[in-house]
């Protein structure tokens, strides 16, 4: 193979490996995202798993089974996270207020 040719084949390779870096920019957020989740986006969404959550906000800083029968028809667990600080002016998921999540065996049901 002639110089040309593998100078040619490490250009393609260059290109391609710098665009598709390229395309992993377009998840870059922008500055009133870094405002309104500085810790990034670690929404939680009905649905997901308990090791899910946990993979996200960390363990629970209580669980508890509750009863509601206006809600839910069976018992849930509760899984309660208390704020870390409460200085935070912006909406920091667990960070900045208490949060409840309930769920349903092993998934996330509601969150308040």
Do not use: H
């Not at 670690?42 to 363990?59: F, N």
């Not at 509760?78 to 998921?93: E, F, H, K, L, R």
């Amino acid at each position: 193979m002639s110089n040309k040719g593998l100078i040619a084949i490490i250009a393609v390779f260059m290109l391609s490996v710098f665009a598709y870096g390229c395309s992993m920019l377009e998840s870059i957020p922008s500055p009133g995202e870094v405002m309104k989740y500085p810790l990034g986006k670690t929404t939680l969404r009905v649905g997901m798993t308990k090791q899910e959550v946990e993979s996200k906000w960390g363990r629970p800083d209580s669980v508890s089974t509750i009863e509601d029968k206006k809600r839910w028809p069976d018992p849930r667990e509760m899984w309660t996270y208390n704020p870390q600080t409460s200085s935070i002016p912006i909406d920091a998921d667990y960070l900045s207020k208490t949060r409840k999540l309930y769920f349903d065996g092993n998934y996330l049901t509601d969150q308040e």
